[in-house]
């Protein structure tokens, strides 16, 4: 109550924040790990994805070209990738053309690109 008798008006609530303010109040806080490990390959062939899987099972984001391979081998590739990524709980997220990140669980992906 105020001192002359009116009752305050309530105040709104707090709106949540939205991921890129809670990256950017981390980043200025210091909070934001900035050697988070990734791995980059650019695969020809379904061979050589076990190696990227096994750095995707140890919480690493995986940055992948698949500019080299041809379309079938391209195609193969993402739906062996999807898979990996749906069975460990991660997502795959296209980064434009034939690039793509694996991104594990736990971990928040912004692209700021146009």
């Keep these: 109550m105020l001192k002359n008798g009116e009752i305050p008006p309530k105040k709104p609530k707090k709106q949540p924040l939205s991921a890129y303010d809670r990256i950017a ?54 739906d062996f990738l999807g898979g990996a990524a749906f069975a460990l709980d991660g997502r795959v997220e296209s980064l434009g053309g034939y690039k793509y990140i694996l991104v594990p669980r736990g971990v928040e992906f912004v692209f700021a690109g146009n």
Excluded: H, Q, W
């Design 25 to 78: 109040i981390e980043k200025r806080a210091g909070g934001v790990d900035k050697t988070a490990d990734y791995a980059f390959s650019a695969p020809k062939n379904v061979d050589d994805l076990a190696i990227l899987i096994s750095e995707f099972k140890s919480g690493k984001a995986v940055l992948i070209s698949l500019e080299k391979a041809d379309a079938v081998s391209a195609e193969r590739m993402l």
